[in-house]
Structures are given as structure tokens and as C-alpha cells.
């Protein structure tokens, strides 16, 4: 918005009211009209002084211009200017009009810079009103109001001279109830390129269209065998959907001869967006839905540039003045940078079918110190897109030189021009500000032709690494007119860096002292390679226990890119976020394979075993591992021959095993025994488990009174056996004794019968049981036997 004119009120014009009086008297005289020619045309240029010395500035209108259409007119056409006006002031504004004014042609690129910061209207300076017809009228601006105007001009009606940039302005005119003349009070500025066939020789101009966002993919992946991604929100979504910001940057640029700078992590997370994937939501996920949306937008870029130059950054744009400035004392730094150059050009080949060119290198803004070059090239690159506000000339050359130099050890810097590359850095959401953004870069495109116009040069343009998408728009605009343009054709990066050198351009790289403070202050500092060097020995050291070590190879490795990415920039608190994350997933995961904590136990004798369990809760399996036991006194505990003892260890996904140490008691006490994981090559692996065993050794003296003791024992169990065994013959003889004397009995009985039947000496006599003895009968050598439980001790014989 235009600031009004604020000059001092004059009384009416002495020259007005002289030639009202010279007509009075000179009528009739035939030398009248000649004489009055002259007075009439000082008359129109003192009513302007006059309207301008009337301006007080106590109303004040700010007039915008919206738009202004063709953007660079050739012969024959005619140019529309819109915009409004906004009474700004505490009076209305009256018997207002808007008109269009051609300055003088700008000679010089400088001289568009001050023109573009003039403020206020300046008699000679501002031209002069083409009037007319081609104006916008209104009866009165209301304090406040915001009215619209348009107004169409034949370029034959602006008497444009020679080839050149020419001021336009755009004034509002009217009166107050202060002031009830003519004042001029409010005035904006634009620039109208005019060059009106087309030029002999044309400037050749690269323009770069970036399509970079910031960080998307976490380092988190599924369990299952597609690791599904994790996204930290659905950002990317909306940048990709109709109308999203890489939307629009795809749709603009797809219609214009550009070179696309690609980085290898969007397309990379774009792709992941194409299959399942999920998004964090607090501390869960949710299933993502927009796979649609990314198959096409991937489509539709593979459509676009498959005959276009596509330069690959470095996997996700790797801040190289953070890593020159703070990085390269940290062990490993530069080798991040090698990996990220080595992925690029194979994410891209995979996912567009397009091969890039990776021999650029796009430090932040273009600014270059021997330590960014020094970086830069040392992942393979040999070209350095720098900026004219770095590399600056000292050769007081009196044009722009071309974009390629040479800044020694085979390096080529393609220097983009400042004030092109910077057109369209502010808010391109205002229209006017849009149009007057679009009009100086067109200005400053032809101004640099018009500086040699026989001289052929190459000019590069690198905006801003992520353009608003009304930012990208504006861009559009005003590369369509360029491009539709007498003066420019375009030219790919490639091209560009081949270009003969100007001898007098500057080649020698500003010292590291002159790097501009305001993005030193952006760096990433070096706690964030610090950060890397610590992710990547962790990650080392979990893999080589990993059966498939790609499934955590690749995410992390790319996690550690994406930890030095350009994109940080200004934005410390979510870069450590990120970085945090990203050692909390590892550390998660590590933890997953570890020792069972035990608790206290207890030893006796001379040997034993201690059990130890490792366990994996991974989904794969884990090799190349040893446990070691070890005896913190080993002269009361020893682990199998010594202080410790190791063995390897293999456990499937998901299982647990356990794991026997042999152990042998040297004196009676309490010992601590701490059990740790290694790697193969000796490096420990997780946290180690301490735990306190308490040995009881037994001694010679109480293995003999132990052994006395167990002999007693079964001594006193043979005693009772052969008792027992004893009780049970007696109790056998004694039923068989009990038999024996019942026959008896019952012969007895029999023998009685028979004698009452049969008298003595009827019959044969039969000795019986109550016979006498006769003298030929041997004695018994024993004593009758008792029928009586033989006594305790008493031996029985059978």
C-alpha cells in the first residue's frame, strides 16, 4: 500500500491568475492564441505543483494496485491496472480520480532499487498524469472505505520511448473539506518493462523450482514384514491434496520450462504414503488414508518431469554450513553427508524413473565460506549453487556477470542473482504486493539485458527452498511473462554451469568471517552431530546382533539424515524433538533383547549352577552374542575355571532362553555375581544384572560327620528290616506249630474210640503218644519249644 503525499498548501497560482488577466486585455489582438500556448502549458504543469504543494497529508488514501495485465506489453496492446483505494484519512475525500503516470525511464538496476522505496509523490520523478479518458472517478471516498478501480490504456496513449524499464504510478486526486482543490493524496508505484521487438541477443535464464518440505517420517516402522511407517502427523497430506502447497507447486511448475530441485526424503515419504502407513496421535497411532492422494501426486510428477533436468539434493537436504560450521569436529559427520549423497540419485531413479544429476550442491541462501565449499564437495559434488549477496563482485564490473565461475580446486560456483532470487521471500497473499513483487523481478530481468545488450549471458534464479503456494503462484505469474518476454529464454542448470565465465566476475570465496550472523544464529549446533555420532555407535552396535539388520539399518540411517536436515533451520525446539525420538525408538528397541533380571540366592558344597535367562522380544531373531557371569570374588565363587565365564547366545524373535553356569565354592560367604551382555567384537550390549549369592562351603570334618551320620542311618534301616523280617518267620512258625498240634488232637480223639470199641488184648497193641519210652529212644538235645514271642534280641533258630 502506497503512503499519501504529504506537501505544504500554496495559495492559487500567480502564473493562473496572470493569464486570466492578460486574455481580458489582449482579446481581439491576433497574436492572442500564439501568445496564449505557452501560458496555457505552464498553466497545466503549475495546476499540478499547485495540487501538489496543496497536499497537507491531514487525508491520506493508500492506494493498491492488484493487478496489472499484460505484465510485459509489446506494441499494440493495452494495459489494465486494478486495484483499490482506501480513505485512510479523518475527511471524506471528494470529486476524487485515479490516474495512471509514466515516469522516466530507469537506467539502471540500482535505480529500480530506489524507486521501489520511494514513498510520497515527487513532481518530475512521478510523471505526469495521462488524464483523459483513462481515468477512475468517485464522488467521495468515505473515511475507511475501500473502493475498487480499473482502468484500461493503450500503450500507444503512455508515449513510451526507446526499449527500457519505465515507472508507473498509479495517484488518487481529489479534495477535502480543508482543502477544496486538487491534491494529490495518494500515490503507488509499480514498474512496466517495455521492450517492444524482440531483442537481438536474449539473456538465458535458469530458473530452479524446489519442491523440498520439511521432515514427515519418524524412524518408527511396524512389527510386521513390511514395516509400515510411521508419519509424526498427516502434514504432508494436506501439502499434497488439491490446493496444498506441493500441490500447487507441481500444478504451476508442470507449465513451465524450470529446473526441478528435488529432495530424495520427500519422494521417499510421498512413496511410503502410496501403501499402508500409520500416524502418530498422541501416544498411539492411527492407520493413515491417503494413499489416493499420493499415488497421484507421485503420478503426476513422474509425468512431469520425465523430459525435464531433475537435480537430486543430497537425501533430505542436508544443512552443509551447519556440518562445515559445527559438524566437522564430530567424528563420522562427513560420512552422513557421503550416505546422503550416495541414496539420492537411487531414491529418485526408483521412484520417478527419471536419473538426476547429483553434482550440485545447494548450501542454505547461497552463502559460501571455504568451509561450506570444503564440505559441499566433499560428498562428490563439483558444482556449489551460491548467491550474488555472497559471492559478491569487487571488479566494479557495470553489468551482471554470468551465473558460472570457477573458485578453484575444479569447483564450479553457479552464482543465482540476488534480487531475482529473493522477488518473492515476503507475503505473496496480498494481491498488491504480489503485483508489485511480479512487476520488479520482470524490471530487474530486463534491466540486466539492456546493461550489454550485445553481450549473451546466463542468469540462475533460486528462490527460497519452500515457497508458500501463493508464493509459488506469484512465481508462476512472473515467470509466464518472462518467459512469453522479448529478452529472456530459458536455459536448465546444467547449462548454465557449462557457460563461459565473465574474466571479470568474481572467483575468490568470502572469508568464513564475513558469513552473514543472521543465519550462523540458524545453525544447527553440535550437540546435533554429537547426536548422530552417538546414534550411529548405538545402531552399530545393536545390528551385528541382528539376523536381518536391514529391518533397522535403513530407518535409522535415514532418521540420522533427516536429523541434519536444512529444514531445521530456525526451528530448534522440534529439531530436538526429533532427535530425541528418534534415540528413544533405538533405546526401545535395544531393550528388547536383555537379561531376565534375579534375585539373591544360595550356594552349598563344593559345586553348583546359576541359571541366567536372556530374552527377545524382537520380532527377529538375534545371533553373534556372548554372556558373560562374573564372579566378583572369585576366591569364595568361582565361574566355571575363574573369575567368569562366556557363552554364546542365540534366541528366536519372540522366545526367551536360559543359559547354565557351573560353579565351585572356595569359602563360606556372600558374593556379587553380575551377569552382562557383549557383542562378538567385545562390546557390551545393554545393562548388566548384579546379584548377591551367598556360598556355604562344606568341610572334610562335616563330610565325615555327614557320612557317619548317613552309614548310622542305614545300618539303623537294615537293623529294622532284618527285625521285621525276623517277626514275620516266627509268626509263620508258630501258625504252622498251631496246625500241627490241632491234628494231633484229633488223632487223640480217634485212638479213644477205637480202645472203648476193642478191649486190651482183644487186638495188636499201637505204641501212642503216652507210650513209655524205651531204652533205644535218643534224648532230646534241646528243651521243648515255647510257644511264647521269643524276647527282643533273642536269636531264633530254624
Given at each position: 500500500m502506497?503512503?499519501?503525499?504529504?506537501?505544504?498548501?500554496?495559495?492559487?497560482?500567480?502564473?493562473?491568475?496572470?493569464?486570466?488577466?492578460?486574455?481580458?486585455?489582449?482579446?481581439?489582438?491576433?497574436?492572442?492564441?500564439?501568445?496564449?500556448?505557452?501560458?496555457?502549458?505552464t498553466?497545466?504543469?503549475?495546476?499540478?505543483?499547485?495540487?501538489?504543494?496543496?497536499?497537507?497529508?491531514?487525508?491520506?488514501?493508500?492506494?493498491?494496485?492488484?493487478?496489472?495485465?499484460?505484465?510485459?506489453?509489446?506494441?499494440?496492446?493495452?494495459?489494465?491496472?486494478?486495484?483499490?483505494?482506501?480513505n485512510?484519512?479523518?475527511q471524506?475525500?471528494?470529486?476524487a480520480?485515479v490516474?495512471?503516470?509514466?515516469?522516466?525511464?530507469?537506467?539502471?538496476?540500482?535505480?529500480?532499487?530506489?524507486?521501489?522505496?520511494?514513498?510520497?509523490?515527487?513532481?518530475?520523478?512521478?510523471?505526469?498524469?495521462?488524464?483523459?479518458?483513462?481515468?477512475?472517478?468517485?464522488?467521495?471516498?468515505?473515511v475507511?472505505?475501500?473502493?475498487?478501480?480499473?482502468?484500461?490504456?493503450?500503450?500507444?496513449?503512455?508515449?513510451?520511448?526507446?526499449?527500457?524499464?519505465?515507472?508507473?504510478?498509479?495517484?488518487?486526486?481529489?479534495?477535502?473539506?480543508?482543502?477544496?482543490?486538487?491534491q494529490?493524496?495518494?500515490?503507488?508505484?509499480?514498474?512496466?518493462p517495455?521492450?517492444?521487438?524482440?531483442?537481438?541477443?536474449?539473456?538465458?535464464?535458469?530458473?530452479?523450482?524446489?519442491?523440498?518440505?520439511?521432515?514427515?517420517?519418524?524412524?518408527?516402522?511396524?512389527?510386521?514384514?513390511?514395516?509400515?511407517?510411521?508419519?509424526?502427523?498427516?502434514?504432508?497430506a494436506?501439502?499434497?491434496?488439491?490446493?496444498?502447497?506441493?500441490?500447487?507447486?507441481?500444478?504451476?511448475?508442470?507449465?513451465?520450462?524450470?529446473?526441478?530441485?528435488?529432495?530424495?526424503d520427500?519422494?521417499?515419504?510421498?512413496?511410503?504414503?502410496?501403501?499402508?502407513?500409520?500416524?502418530?496421535d498422541?501416544?498411539?497411532?492411527?492407520?493413515?488414508?491417503?494413499?489416493?492422494?499420493?499415488?497421484?501426486?507421485?503420478?503426476?510428477?513422474?509425468?512431469?518431469?520425465?523430459?525435464?533436468?531433475?537435480?537430486?539434493?543430497?537425501?533430505?537436504?542436508?544443512?552443509?554450513a551447519?556440518?562445515?560450521?559445527?559438524?566437522?569436529?564430530?567424528?563420522?559427520?562427513?560420512?552422513?553427508?557421503?550416505?546422503?549423497?550416495d541414496?539420492?540419485?537411487?531414491?529418485?531413479?526408483?521412484?520417478?524413473?527419471?536419473?538426476?544429476?547429483?553434482?550440485?550442491?545447494?548450501?542454505?541462501d547461497?552463502?559460501?565460506?571455504?568451509?561450506?565449499?570444503?564440505?559441499?564437495?566433499?560428498?562428490g559434488?563439483?558444482?556449489?549453487?551460491?548467491?550474488?549477496?555472497?559471492?559478491?563482485?569487487?571488479?566494479?564490473?557495470?553489468y551482471?556477470?554470468?551465473?558460472?565461475?570457477?573458485?578453484?580446486?575444479?569447483?564450479?560456483?553457479?552464482?543465482?542473482?540476488?534480487?531475482?532470487?529473493?522477488?518473492?521471500q515476503?507475503?505473496?497473499?496480498?494481491?498488491?504486493?504480489?503485483?508489485?513483487?511480479?512487476q520488479?523481478?520482470?524490471?530487474?530481468?530486463?534491466?540486466?539485458?539492456?546493461?550489454?545488450?550485445?553481450?549473451?549471458?546466463?542468469?540462475?534464479?533460486?528462490?527460497?527452498?519452500?515457497?508458500?503456494?501463493?508464493?509459488?503462484?506469484?512465481?508462476?505469474?512472473?515467470?509466464?511473462?518472462?518467459?512469453?518476454?522479448?529478452?529472456?529464454?530459458?536455459?536448465?542448470?546444467?547449462?548454465?554451469?557449462?557457460?563461459?565465465?565473465?574474466?571479470?566476475?568474481?572467483?575468490?570465496?568470502p572469508?568464513?568471517?564475513?558469513?552473514?550472523?543472521?543465519?550462523?544464529?540458524?545453525?544447527?549446533?553440535?550437540?546435533?552431530?554429537?547426536?548422530?555420532?552417538?546414534?550411529?555407535?548405538?545402531?552399530?552396535?545393536?545390528?551385528?546382533?541382528?539376523?536381518?539388520?536391514?529391518?533397522?539399518?535403513t530407518?535409522?540411517?535415514?532418521a540420522?539424515?533427516?536429523?541434519?536436515?536444512?529444514?531445521?533451520?530456525?526451528?530448534?525446539?522440534?529439531?530436538?524433538?526429533?532427535?530425541?525420538?528418534?534415540?528413544?525408538?533405538?533405546?526401545?528397541?535395544?531393550?528388547?533383547?536383555?537379561?531376565?533380571?534375579?534375585?539373591?540366592?544360595?550356594?552349598?558344597?563344593?559345586?553348583?549352577?546359576?541359571?541366567?535367562?536372556?530374552?527377545?522380544?524382537?520380532?527377529?531373531?538375534?545371533?553373534?552374542?556372548?554372556?558373560?557371569?562374573?564372579?566378583?570374588?572369585?576366591?569364595?565363587?568361582?565361574?566355571?575355571?575363574?573369575?567368569?565365564?562366556?557363552?554364546?547366545?542365540?534366541?528366536?524373535?519372540?522366545?526367551?532362553?536360559?543359559?547354565?553356569?557351573?560353579?565351585?565354592?572356595?569359602?563360606?560367604?556372600?558374593?556379587?555375581?553380575?551377569?552382562?551382555?557383549?557383542?562378538?567384537?567385545?562390546?557390551?550390549?545393554?545393562?548388566?544384572?548384579?546379584?548377591?549369592v551367598k556360598?556355604?562351603?562344606i568341610?572334610?570334618?562335616?563330610?565325615?560327620?555327614?557320612?557317619?551320620?548317613?552309614?548310622?542311618?542305614?545300618?539303623?534301616?537294615f537293623?529294622?528290616?532284618?527285625?521285621?523280617?525276623?517277626?514275620?518267620?516266627?509268626?509263620?512258625?508258630?501258625?504252622?506249630?498251631?496246625?500241627?498240634?490241632a491234628?494231633e488232637?484229633?488223632?487223640?480223639?480217634?485212638?479213644t474210640?477205637?480202645?472203648?470199641?476193642?478191649?486190651?488184648?482183644?487186638?495188636?497193641?499201637?505204641?501212642?503218644?503216652?507210650?513209655?519210652?524205651?531204652?533205644?529212644?535218643?534224648?532230646?538235645?534241646?528243651?521243648?519249644?515255647?510257644?511264647?514271642?521269643?524276647?527282643?534280641?533273642?536269636?531264633?533258630?530254624?
Open positions: 502506497a503512503e499519501a503525499a504529504d506537501f505544504q498548501g500554496m495559495s492559487p497560482s500567480p502564473a493562473r491568475r496572470w493569464l486570466r488577466r492578460s486574455g481580458a486585455l489582449l482579446a481581439g489582438v491576433p497574436l492572442l492564441a500564439g501568445l496564449l500556448q505557452l501560458p496555457l502549458g498553466s497545466t504543469y503549475a495546476s499540478e505543483k499547485t495540487a501538489v504543494a496543496d497536499a497537507t497529508g491531514s487525508s491520506t488514501v493508500d492506494v493498491s494496485i492488484d493487478s496489472l495485465s499484460p505484465s510485459a506489453p509489446t506494441a499494440g496492446d493495452t494495459i489494465t491496472v486494478s486495484g483499490t483505494v482506501t485512510k484519512g479523518k471524506t475525500v471528494t470529486d480520480h490516474g495512471v503516470r509514466v515516469g522516466p525511464s530507469l537506467n539502471s538496476r540500482s535505480a529500480i532499487d530506489s524507486a521501489a522505496k520511494r514513498t510520497g509523490f515527487q513532481l518530475g520523478l512521478d510523471g505526469s498524469e495521462v488524464g483523459g479518458t483513462y481515468v477512475a472517478k468517485f464522488s467521495e471516498l468515505v475507511g472505505v475501500s473502493q475498487s478501480f480499473s482502468i484500461s490504456v493503450p500503450v500507444d496513449e503512455l508515449e513510451l520511448g526507446a526499449d527500457g524499464v519505465y515507472q508507473l504510478g498509479v495517484s488518487l486526486t481529489g479534495r477535502t473539506a480543508a482543502q477544496s482543490w486538487d494529490i493524496l495518494g500515490i503507488q508505484r509499480t514498474f512496466l517495455w521492450q517492444e521487438d524482440a531483442a537481438d541477443t536474449k539473456t538465458k535464464t535458469t530458473y530452479l523450482w524446489p519442491l523440498i518440505s520439511t521432515v514427515h517420517l519418524t524412524a518408527e516402522t511396524g512389527s510386521d514384514a513390511q514395516q509400515t511407517p510411521v508419519f509424526e502427523n498427516d502434514d504432508l494436506k501439502e499434497i491434496s488439491p490446493g496444498g502447497r506441493l500441490d500447487q507447486l507441481l500444478s504451476l511448475g508442470s507449465s513451465l520450462d524450470v529446473t526441478w530441485v528435488l529432495d530424495p520427500l519422494l521417499a515419504s510421498v512413496d511410503a504414503m502410496t501403501r499402508s502407513y500409520q500416524v502418530q498422541g501416544d498411539t497411532t492411527t492407520a493413515g488414508k491417503n494413499q489416493a492422494i499420493a499415488k497421484q501426486w507421485l503420478a503426476e510428477l513422474e509425468k512431469t518431469v520425465e523430459d525435464k533436468e531433475v537435480v537430486a539434493l543430497p537425501f533430505a537436504d542436508p544443512d552443509l551447519s556440518l562445515a560450521h559445527n559438524g566437522t569436529n564430530v567424528t563420522g559427520s562427513l560420512s552422513h553427508l557421503k550416505d546422503a549423497t541414496v539420492a540419485a537411487s531414491t529418485v531413479d526408483t521412484i520417478l524413473h527419471v536419473t538426476p544429476n547429483t553434482d550440485f550442491a545447494w548450501p542454505a547461497g552463502a559460501l565460506d571455504p568451509s561450506i565449499v570444503k564440505v559441499a564437495t566433499s560428498a559434488a563439483d558444482k556449489v549453487i551460491a548467491r550474488s549477496d555472497s559471492l559478491r563482485e569487487t571488479g566494479g564490473l557495470s551482471t556477470p554470468s551465473a558460472a565461475r570457477p573458485i578453484g580446486a575444479g569447483t564450479t560456483a553457479v552464482v543465482a542473482d540476488a534480487r531475482l532470487s529473493t522477488a518473492f515476503g507475503d505473496m497473499t496480498k494481491a498488491d504486493s504480489s503485483t508489485l513483487a511480479v520488479e523481478f520482470l524490471a530487474q530481468s530486463l534491466a540486466i539485458n539492456l546493461q550489454e545488450p550485445e553481450k549473451q549471458r546466463s542468469i540462475l534464479v533460486a528462490p527460497q527452498r519452500m515457497p508458500s503456494a501463493s508464493q509459488a503462484q506469484s512465481m508462476a505469474q512472473a515467470l509466464t511473462a518472462l518467459q512469453g518476454g522479448n529478452w529472456s529464454e530459458s536455459q536448465s542448470l546444467s547449462a548454465a554451469a557449462k557457460a563461459k565465465p565473465d574474466p571479470g566476475a568474481t572467483t575468490k570465496v572469508a568464513e568471517s564475513s558469513y552473514p550472523s543472521s543465519l550462523r544464529k540458524q545453525e544447527l549446533p553440535q550437540s546435533a552431530f554429537e547426536w548422530i555420532r552417538d546414534t550411529q555407535t548405538s545402531l552399530d552396535n545393536f545390528k551385528v546382533i541382528l539376523t536381518d539388520e536391514s529391518r533397522v539399518v530407518p535409522f540411517g535415514r540420522m539424515d533427516r536429523g541434519m536436515s536444512t529444514s531445521w533451520r530456525g526451528r530448534p525446539v522440534p529439531a530436538a524433538t526429533f532427535r530425541a525420538s528418534v534415540s528413544s525408538y533405538l533405546n526401545e528397541l535395544t531393550g528388547l533383547v536383555r537379561l531376565i533380571e534375579k534375585s539373591d540366592a544360595k550356594l552349598s558344597g563344593r559345586s553348583a549352577t546359576i541359571p541366567v535367562t536372556v530374552q527377545n522380544n524382537l520380532v527377529q531373531g538375534v545371533d553373534h552374542l556372548v554372556l558373560r557371569l562374573t564372579s566378583q570374588q572369585p576366591t569364595r565363587l568361582k565361574i566355571g575355571d575363574g573369575p567368569y565365564d562366556e557363552q554364546p547366545i542365540t534366541v528366536a524373535g519372540e522366545h526367551s532362553q536360559s543359559v547354565k553356569f557351573d560353579t565351585s565354592i572356595k569359602a563360606n560367604g556372600p558374593v556379587k555375581v553380575v551377569a552382562q551382555l557383549y557383542t562378538q567384537d567385545g562390546q557390551e550390549y545393554g545393562d548388566p544384572v548384579t546379584f548377591e556360598v556355604t562351603e568341610t572334610s570334618t562335616v563330610m565325615l560327620v555327614i557320612g557317619g551320620g548317613f552309614l548310622l542311618l542305614v545300618l539303623a534301616g537293623r529294622m528290616y532284618t527285625q521285621r523280617k525276623r517277626a514275620a518267620a516266627r509268626q509263620a512258625e508258630e501258625d504252622a506249630r498251631k496246625d500241627e498240634s491234628d488232637d484229633a488223632d487223640a480223639t480217634e485212638d474210640e477205637d480202645s472203648q470199641d476193642h478191649p486190651a488184648g482183644e487186638s495188636g497193641t499201637e505204641s501212642g503218644a503216652d507210650d513209655p519210652e524205651h531204652p533205644s529212644d535218643p534224648t532230646p538235645d534241646t528243651a521243648p519249644e515255647s510257644a511264647d514271642p521269643s524276647g527282643t534280641g533273642e536269636r531264633v533258630d530254624r
